[in-house]
């Protein structure tokens, strides 16, 4: 990679990952440029997941380049340091601390920050509450703030997740399948959500509500078998004879 590719945030070429002989990645390429919102969709088994595995350092490639923010070798590094280096994640469960409240919550995802003196005794400064504020907002929770964790709709605490992520201020947000299980004003509303978030941050989102995707108004990328099938507007790959073969006329 050269200086050439410095707008490029994600860069995947030739990534290949075999289970047992079974090829969950099969030479995938995939650019995601600085600032970009980038949905991804394809049938139950394409490696969506193992791709975001992939990407974190959760799972090794056998074969192929994987860069972040233009010339970061992220096949170098491991979990902690590919975190470490502003990538977040949300898994599809919820792993919030039921437990604790909603502000709680967020002050822990605070205290684990990379750039936060992580510490026993540690006091949240006036910077920090108003993050937490500002956070609290992006995710629709200010009237739960004191509210136990546990309490919330499964549409909350998945806002509480991402809210949680957010404090770490990722540059990379990878989300696979944030809206499994919600109603259907909760998932328009966490569309919004997320196209909220893209304003700052790079964002990948995986997932199978087609009108969930449709209403990020983003560019798609198709999987299947684990390489690109298809690629472009909504309007685009829901035309793609290919796509409605193996994915959307099922
Ligand atoms: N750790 C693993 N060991 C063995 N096989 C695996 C492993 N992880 C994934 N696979 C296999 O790799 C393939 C791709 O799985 P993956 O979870 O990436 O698909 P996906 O696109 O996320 O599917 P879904 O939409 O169902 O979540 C599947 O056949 C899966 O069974
Ligand atoms: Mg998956």
Redesign the pocket.
């Known amino acids: 990679m050269t200086s050439a590719h410095k707008h490029v945030m994600l860069y995947l070429d030739g990534v290949s990952v075999s289970?047992?002989g079974?090829k969950?990645?099969n030479k995938l390429s995939l650019v995601v440029n600085a600032g970009e919102m980038r949905a991804i969709i394809?049938?139950?088994?394409?490696?969506?997941?193992?791709?975001m595995?992939v990407i974190t350092g959760k799972?090794r490639a056998d074969e192929g380049q994987v860069f972040f923010n233009g010339d970061i070798d992220l096949r170098k590094l491991d979990e902690a340091q590919i975190a470490n280096l502003g990538i977040g994640r949300k898994f599809q469960k919820p792993t919030i601390f039921e437990n604790l409240s909603v502000f709680e919550n967020l002050e822990l995802a605070l205290k684990c920050d990379r750039r936060a003196r992580t510490s026993l005794f540690f006091r949240l400064n006036a910077d920090q509450r108003a993050r937490i504020d500002e956070v609290l907002n992006i995710i629709s929770l200010p009237g739960q703030v004191a509210m136990q964790a546990g309490s919330l709709s499964h549409g909350q605490k998945q806002w509480l997740e991402i809210g949680m992520l957010l404090m770490q201020d990722p540059e990379l947000l990878l989300v696979?399948?944030p809206v499994a299980g919600m109603t259907d004003s909760e998932t328009e509303q966490t569309a919004d959500l997320l196209r909220a978030i893209a304003k700052d941050r790079c964002v990948v989102v995986?997932e199978?509500d087609m009108e969930f995707v449709r209403r990020l108004d983003t560019h798609v990328t198709v999987?299947h078998e684990?390489s690109v099938l298809a690629e472009g507007s909504m309007d685009k790959v829901q035309a793609d004879e290919r796509v409605i073969e193996v994915y959307l006329g099922r």
């Not at 394809?42 to 791709?51: D, H, L, R």
């Open positions: 289970f047992d079974f969950a990645l394809g049938p139950n088994g394409a490696g969506k997941t193992t791709m595995d799972t696979d399948e995986v199978h999987l684990g």
